[in-house]
């Protein structure tokens, strides 16, 4: 099994984390989102995955793109030690909060998102930050109220899930850029607690070997 990624992206991070919980051996193979122009653009790696973005997973015939598509994919052919709970109600909620970070707060974070603000709409690096902290912010206010009613050590009680296999990254982004997090306690608990496991500090982007 082989992961394209790069150490900093988050979608990256999250699969890592994922495959470190299960236990699933893999050659983790760097894609540099910003040497040589962008290796993502590469041609060998656009035949691999047409987005131009990062992870693509690679399992025998299987070439797959999509963090999230990708941690299912595990999770249904490795279903021990599963992301999601069992009970269908409690599931679902998880997968309301894992859309909630993957799909309203990741985005406006990723590179290319952030490249297109500076390139061609002329945005400051200071409007660019408040721009980030804005939809940073809104979206862990809602995540914070939702885990007053659902969290106990993780995000939905005692469990690892997916929720957590997605905080855990973008809360690396919100202090890489400096967010104050501070009015996020429930938030920043359950990261600390899970920066505690090996899986989640193996999969740190510090400690990948493309890290730079």
Request: charged content about 20%; glycine content about 2%.
């Amino acid at each position: 099994m082989k992961l394209y990624g790069y150490w900093r992206s988050s979608a990256a991070y999250r699969v890592r984390i994922a495959l470190n919980l299960k236990k699933i051996p893999f050659d983790s193979l760097s894609v540099h989102l910003v040497k040589n122009g962008g290796e993502q653009h590469s041609d060998s790696y656009v035949e691999l995955n047409p987005t131009h973005l990062v992870p693509t997973l690679v399992d025998n015939d299987i070439v797959l793109n999509q963090s999230l598509a990708i941690i299912d994919y595990l999770d249904e052919k490795y279903p021990y030690d599963s992301v999601y709970p069992q009970a269908l109600e409690t599931k679902v909620q998880v997968k309301a909060m894992v859309y909630d970070i993957a799909c309203e707060i990741h985005p406006v974070n990723n590179l290319r998102v952030q490249q297109y603000l500076v390139n061609e709409l002329a945005v400051s690096e200071q409007q660019k930050l408040a721009w980030n902290h804005h939809w940073m912010a809104l979206g862990f206010t809602a995540i914070e109220a939702k885990l007053a009613k659902t969290s106990g050590l993780y995000c939905f009680g005692n469990q690892i899930t997916l929720a957590d296999i997605c905080l855990v990254p973008q809360v690396y982004n919100a202090n890489r850029f400096a967010l104050d997090m501070s009015p996020f306690p429930l938030i920043n608990a359950i990261v600390k607690r899970c920066n505690q496991l090996p899986a989640f500090i193996d999969a740190l982007p510090e400690n990948q070997h493309d890290a730079a």
